[in-house]
């Protein structure tokens, strides 16, 4: 009986074992993620408009209405990038997702306090190997690092009202996101 | 023999009690750092590097893109303040005021997170759209009828969520009491 209890316990421990693996495991093995949804309107280092939510129609879930919303798919692994994004009347931020839809950096227009939102998103490496400068430390230099070389930046830009969205999305339609290696040099 | 039995007894429960609670807890959303307030829960380390493995797993299969916490945060509501499942086919009456926020938006989902269609297109409100008192407070409609003032339909779904959105708001990760983040009421009035 004793031994049968046992075998019992040993079950239900690695029983836990195997639903920790299997939590940990499960994102890479997500077939409909975020990022595989995007791939195809979503070229690499671009910026595409993601499609305004319809009943029936919608990219992911949880997107919200009251916003348009554009995307830049990123590969670091030929060099960082650039992202310029113009601020809309009303509230724009910018999202930056890892491969797996891990949000690790997000600002909005306010914290940016400009007219534009510049950032340089690169890998860790990319940033050391950076020239040591002193014009690579001015503080108007905004670097964010990617944990990844691949992700996702999601741009959105409130329309406060319905009649508004048209503004917010040719706001959107003005942001940029290139290989910094095409950037013109000042 | 004895041991070879042993040994497959302890796998299947090994196999049953690993899958079933992996199933279980995905299949109800757990993540941990949630920030319950009244009927609304947000869980602010979700939009960040801290998020949890369950919310991670959780954001894999359902494919979304989880709001940033240096962006806004995002509270969910799945039943009114006693308790029960927001269903509608009843007029439900979201009154009160909302935390400091510059901007917010209220939308209307099914359980799933998509939105649901009906006859006037509206899904949602945001904070500049809707009517308020002098003091500032409002009250919102979710019903499946037409309301005067500020009516979300429902369309008659029996089972929905409600998502009240902050943006470039002080309230994160820190925030703890209700009472300094002032959430709208969740009323049922009737049933039809």
Same mark, same amino acid.
């Given at each position: 009986?004793?031994?049968?209890l046992l075998?019992?316990?040993?079950?239900?421990?690695?029983?836990?074992?195997?639903?920790?693996?299997?939590?940990?495991?499960?994102?890479r093995?997500?077939?409909n993620?975020?990022?595989?949804?995007?791939?195809p309107?979503?070229?690499?280092?671009?910026?595409?408009?993601?499609?305004?939510?319809?009943?029936?129609?919608e990219?992911?879930?949880?997107?919200?209405?009251?916003?348009?919303?554009?995307?830049?798919?990123?590969?670091?692994?030929?060099?960082?990038?650039?992202?310029?994004?113009p601020?809309?009347?009303?509230?724009?931020?910018?999202?930056f997702?890892?491969?797996?839809?891990?949000?690790?950096?997000a600002?909005?227009?306010?914290?940016a306090?400009?007219?534009?939102?510049?950032l340089?998103?690169?890998?860790?490496?990319?940033?050391?190997?950076?020239?040591?400068?002193?014009?690579?430390?001015?503080?108007?230099?905004?670097?964010?690092?990617?944990?990844?070389?691949?992700?996702?930046?999601?741009?959105?830009?409130?329309?406060?009202?319905?009649?508004?969205?048209?503004v917010?999305?040719?706001?959107?339609?003005?942001?940029?996101?290139r290989p910094e290696?095409?950037?013109p040099?000042? | 023999?004895?041991?070879?039995?042993?040994?497959?007894?302890?796998?299947?429960?090994?196999?049953?009690?690993?899958?079933?609670a992996?199933?279980?807890?995905?299949?109800?959303?757990?993540?941990?750092?949630?920030?319950?307030?009244?009927?609304?829960?947000?869980?602010?380390?979700?939009?960040?590097?801290?998020?949890?493995?369950?919310?991670r #797993?959780?954001? $894999? !299969? +359902? /494919?979304?893109?989880?709001?940033?916490? %240096?962006?806004?945060?995002?509270f969910?509501?799945?039943?009114?303040?006693?308790?029960r499942?927001?269903?509608?086919?009843?007029?439900?009456?979201?009154s009160?005021?909302?935390?400091?926020?510059?901007?917010?938006?209220l939308?209307?989902?099914n359980?799933?997170?998509?939105?649901?269609?009906?006859?006037?297109?509206?899904?949602?409100?945001?904070?500049?759209?809707?009517?308020?008192?002098?003091?500032?407070?409002?009250?919102?409609?979710? #019903?499946?009828? $037409? !309301? +005067? /003032?500020?009516?979300?339909?429902?369309? %008659?779904?029996?089972?929905?969520?409600?998502?009240?959105?902050?943006?470039?708001?002080?309230?994160?990760?820190?925030?703890?009491?209700?009472r300094?983040?002032?959430?709208?009421?969740?009323?049922?009035?009737?049933?039809?």
């Amino acid at each position: 009986m004793i031994r049968w209890l046992l075998w019992l316990l040993a079950g239900a421990l690695l029983g836990g074992v195997v639903h920790l693996v299997a939590v940990l495991l499960l994102p890479r093995t997500a077939t409909n993620d975020a990022y595989t949804r995007l791939s195809p309107i979503a070229p690499v280092n671009a910026v595409a408009p993601v499609p305004q939510p319809l009943p029936q129609n919608e990219v992911m879930p949880f997107m919200d209405p009251a916003f348009a919303a554009a995307v830049c798919r990123y590969d670091l692994s030929e060099g960082s990038i650039k992202l310029s994004v113009p601020v809309s009347p009303a509230y724009t931020s910018v999202s930056f997702y890892t491969r797996r839809g891990i949000a690790y950096y997000a600002i909005n227009d306010r914290a940016a306090g400009r007219r534009l939102i510049e950032l340089e998103l690169m890998t860790s490496n990319q940033r050391s190997q950076l020239p040591e400068d002193e014009e690579v430390t001015a503080a108007d230099r905004l670097i964010v690092e990617s944990p990844t070389n691949t992700g996702l930046i999601l741009l959105r830009a409130l329309a406060p009202e319905p009649g508004l969205m048209p503004v917010a999305q040719s706001v959107l339609s003005m942001a940029t996101c290139r290989p910094e290696s095409q950037t013109p040099k000042h | 023999m004895r041991l070879l039995l042993g040994l497959l007894l302890a796998l299947i429960i090994a196999a049953a009690v690993g899958l079933g609670a992996t199933w279980q807890t995905l299949s109800h959303g757990v993540a941990f750092g949630a920030v319950p307030i009244g009927p609304w829960t947000a869980w602010p380390k979700t939009g960040s590097r801290e998020i949890d493995p369950y919310a991670r #797993a959780n954001i $894999a !299969r +359902s /494919g979304e893109l989880p709001i940033g916490s %240096g962006d806004g945060v995002a509270f969910i509501a799945h039943t009114d303040d006693t308790g029960r499942p927001l269903d509608g086919r009843c007029d439900v009456l979201l009154s009160g005021v909302t935390p400091q926020a510059r901007f917010w938006t209220l939308t209307f989902y099914n359980p799933q997170g998509y939105l649901i269609g009906n006859s006037v297109n509206r899904q949602g409100f945001t904070s500049q759209e809707i009517l308020r008192r002098a003091d500032g407070s409002f009250d919102i409609f979710v #019903a499946p009828r $037409a !309301r +005067s /003032g500020n009516w979300l339909p429902t369309n %008659g779904v029996d089972s929905y969520l409600l998502v009240l959105r902050l943006y470039d708001s002080p309230v994160g990760v820190e925030t703890r009491a209700a009472r300094e983040v002032p959430m709208p009421a969740i009323a049922v009035q009737t049933c039809s």
